[in-house]
């Protein structure tokens, strides 16, 4: 979240590749829909 709040996408990207071990593709669409979703 730190990333996109500072307008990085692609680190966001790599960071939640990371974490997850999730695709770039799958990787991409989860940070892109990131702030369409509510805050818990």
Do not use: C
């Amino acid at each position: 979240m730190e990333a996109l709040e500072r307008g990085n996408k692609i680190e966001a990207i790599k960071l939640y590749r990371e974490a997850t071990g999730v695709g770039l593709a799958e990787a991409k669409v989860f940070v892109e829909d990131l702030p369409a979703r509510p805050k818990s």
